[in-house]
């Protein structure tokens, strides 16, 4: 017996066999892998998973709610006897929900990263709206409470002056994928050797380098670099990696596929936590959303069967236990690198005492029966 009290029937579901694990159907001209790796994501996270359940209360949009629509793929992941699904509800909620910026249109190609994290801003919209984005504090805004790392940056010159500080809200962090592996070079030529457990430090160098100001007072100094302070706990770490060219070499894609470790500690990828450090959890990778050829797939570990699976629209494979293996196939398949889930493998599910406890129609739509 498990003993976790948020082991739910979709964790029951999810440990019954690996051909448990479903696919997301991809007809040719529906383009839908991006949505696809977005939701493969959102169901193999257990604390987006296990919170996801006790929200059902929200502000609803009808046939252009992108809650409802999770919630039906969710549904279907559970009790479906397919072995592929079709992502259709979502798609359509997401090019309703976003019609008016073009984006996630029926048929296009749109980015893994974006949806993702778009959807993350939209389930903030259904059930807390009632709270500012970028101040949001409810406790059972599962994206700002779980994924969102509250951010202040700060100018601090070695003179003495200031910035005023800038507070914001992050659910990816963007790092540029070519930095990322010159930090890396520079650290083993330097003889700084990584320990496994802090990529934290790798990520921090490659997105904080050459990320410099002026003296925010009168010294004339010129390059006086940032400092970035994480003021809560996420228990998701998100890192978008950018790539400046559309089509690297198999050696750079492999370069950075190998830089990446498994493990991260929050205090490395900030200069500094207002948290006490001893209480932070280490964050593990957990998924790896990947590019190729105008194409999408999805590495995910699975946290039971305790093995790295691939999801390539609506085909599933096994890829084995180990983190290398991933990154053999990844140089193999010559699959960039795009999207890195990091998790705590302790988190626990939001609280729901505060989650609206009803659906309630948004201005303007209906109750429509989807068609
Ligand atoms: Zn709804
Ligand atoms: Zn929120
Ligand atoms: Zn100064």
């Known amino acids: 017996m498990n003993s976790n009290p948020y082991y739910d029937t979709w964790d029951r579901h999810n440990s019954i066999a690996i051909s448990a694990n479903k696919g997301l159907r991809n007809a040719p001209g529906e383009n839908n892998c991006f949505v696809n790796s977005a939701v493969q994501v959102f169901w193999h996270l257990d604390v987006f998973r296990r919170s996801y359940r006790r929200l059902n209360g929200h502000t609803c949009m009808g046939n252009s709610c992108i809650f409802c629509a999770l919630k039906i793929i969710f549904t279907q992941f559970q009790y479906s006897d397919q072995k592929s699904l079709?992502?259709?509800?979502?798609?359509?909620?997401?090019?309703?929900?976003?019609?008016?910026?073009?984006?996630?249109?029926?048929?296009?190609?749109?980015?893994?990263?974006?949806?993702?994290?778009?959807?993350?801003?939209?389930?903030?919209?259904?059930?807390?709206?009632?709270?500012?984005?970028?101040?949001?504090?409810?406790?059972?805004?599962?994206?700002h409470q779980k994924f969102a790392m509250q951010v202040v940056d700060q100018v601090i010159c070695p003179c003495g002056a200031t910035s005023n500080p800038l507070k914001f809200h992050e659910m990816v962090h963007y790092i540029s994928s070519s930095a990322l592996v010159a930090q890396a070079r520079a650290m083993h030529e330097t003889g700084d050797m990584l320990h496994p457990e802090r990529f934290g430090l790798l990520l921090r160098n490659a997105s904080t380098q050459g990320d410099v100001r002026d003296c925010p007072g009168n010294c004339g100094?010129?390059?006086?670099?940032?400092?970035?302070?994480?003021?809560?706990?996420?228990?998701?770490?998100?890192?978008?990696?950018?790539?400046?060219?559309?089509?690297?070499?198999?050696?750079?894609?492999?370069?950075?596929?190998?830089?990446?470790?498994?493990?991260?500690?929050?205090?490395?990828?900030?200069?500094?936590?207002?948290?006490?450090?001893?209480?932070?959890?280490?964050?593990?990778?957990?998924?790896?959303?990947?590019?190729?050829?105008?194409?999408?797939?999805?590495?995910?570990?699975?946290?039971?069967?305790?093995?790295?699976?691939?999801?390539?629209?609506?085909?599933?494979?096994?890829?084995?236990?180990?983190?290398?293996?991933?990154?053999?196939?990844?140089?193999?398949?010559?699959?960039?690198?795009?999207?890195?889930?990091?998790?705590?493998?302790?988190?626990?599910?939001?609280?729901?005492?505060?989650?609206?406890?009803?659906?309630?129609?948004?201005?303007?739509?209906?109750?429509?029966?989807?068609?």
Not at 254 to 269: H, K, M, P, S, Y
Not at 275 to 295: A, F, I, N, S, W
């Open 86 to 143: 079709h992502p259709d509800a979502l798609r359509k909620a997401l090019a309703e929900t976003f019609a008016n910026q073009q984006r996630f249109q029926l048929g296009h190609m749109d980015d893994a990263a974006e949806c993702f994290e778009n959807i993350l801003r939209r389930i903030h919209f259904h059930i807390a709206n009632d709270c500012e984005e970028d101040t949001c504090n409810a406790p059972h805004c599962l994206p």
């Open 221 to 371: 100094g010129k390059k006086v670099p940032i400092r970035r302070t994480l003021m809560n706990c996420p228990d998701v770490v998100s890192i978008g990696l950018v790539w400046e060219c559309d089509h690297p070499t198999v050696e750079m894609t492999t370069e950075v596929a190998r830089n990446i470790g498994t493990t991260i500690l929050l205090q490395d990828v900030f200069h500094s936590v207002m948290k006490d450090e001893k209480t932070l959890p280490k964050l593990h990778l957990v998924g790896l959303v990947c590019y190729y050829g105008k194409h999408y797939s999805t590495f995910l570990f699975h946290s039971k069967q305790k093995v790295w699976i691939y999801f390539d629209d609506a085909t599933v494979r096994e890829i084995g236990p180990r983190w290398e293996n991933v990154v053999e196939k990844c140089g193999k398949g010559r699959y960039q690198p795009l999207l890195l889930i990091y998790a705590n493998p302790n988190a626990n599910p939001v609280h729901v005492d505060t989650a609206p406890r009803k659906k309630v129609m948004a201005q303007g739509f209906t109750s429509g029966k989807s068609i």
